[in-house]
DNA sequence: CCCCAGGCACAGC
DNA sequence: GCTGTGCATGGG
């Protein structure tokens, strides 16, 4: 496939982005899709290996058409802090995954830890792939102790099921208006919104600020309030918003 | 017992 | 509009 030097698959899969919670790690280099029989690995030359039929969605998963040299060196420039996160995390890739798929998993993040988003997002997994609405609507979800975030993901399947609430057409839609949309849903606040926007949507201008976005903000810049962060993040960083909001995930959660 | 985790809904200003 | 509080669950 392709030749990318410097692409490190485990530090992606790994990062925090939708794949994080529909993946299964087999080795550090080597992932494979939770019940959906797709794998993927990294050979020795950093080739991509995708499983046959997974070719083409792999190419879109992990965004190998973005020039991420470029972006990396743009939203660097006269930036210290983003030339650091670059110099530690040159291998990290932005991913576009699924939406209705990361609209589950970032429904059940909230309030809550990696490690047990993973173990529930694992369970809401069938046969062929994360459960459908529909399947969501179905299932008895009770042994997987989603607490009170159980009745939004029921609810917000229901509207899809029910009420001709569609996430394809909000797709179509521009960051401020898919957002507002998406906000529609029970259990999707302005960060919800946001990973859905960036992971699920591909929209790249989205800044999803969680509790380590948040004190990276404060830290390294000064800003504390929702709306200067996003105001920053647009006229700092604009289409590229999401790459440095994903730098500085990573280099809060380790420094801060 | 406490606080925290890739927040949100809702109430009260 | 902004700010505070309760919330299911599990881990440290």
Aim: charged letters at 25%; a positive charge.
């Amino acid at each position: 496939m392709v030749a990318t030097t410097r692409f490190d698959l485990e530090l992606t899969m790994d990062s925090g982005q939708t794949p994080t919670f529909t993946w299964m790690k087999i080795g550090s280099q080597h992932y494979k899709k939770i019940g959906g029989g797709h794998e993927i690995r990294l050979g020795e030359n950093k080739e991509l290996q995708p499983s046959k039929g997974f070719e083409k969605q792999s190419r879109e998963m992990l965004r190998l058409d973005d020039d991420l040299q470029g972006i990396y060196k743009k939203i660097s420039r006269g930036n210290k802090v983003l030339q650091s996160a670059v110099a530690e995390y040159s291998g990290l890739r932005l991913t576009k995954s699924d939406a209705w798929e990361t609209t589950v998993c970032f429904l059940v993040s909230q309030n809550n830890n990696i490690a047990r988003i993973k173990k529930i997002v694992s369970g809401l997994h069938g046969k062929t792939g994360i459960f459908s609405p529909l399947e969501i609507l179905e299932a008895d979800l009770t042994p997987l102790k989603l607490g009170y975030r159980e009745e939004y993901l029921k609810k917000t399947a229901e509207l899809i099921c029910e009420n001709g609430f569609s996430l394809p057409k909000i797709s179509k839609l521009g960051l401020i208006d898919a957002r507002e949309a998406l906000m529609e849903l029970p259990g999707v606040g302005p960060k919800v919104a946001d990973c859905i926007l960036l992971y699920g949507f591909g929209k790249t201008n989205a800044f999803p600020t969680d509790v380590w976005v948040k004190k990276a903000m404060q830290e390294y810049y000064g800003i504390k309030s929702e709306k200067q962060i996003q105001e920053f993040a647009e006229s700092t960083w604009g289409e590229n918003a999401g790459f440095a909001q994903q730098l500085l995930f990573l280099k809060a959660r380790k420094e801060l």
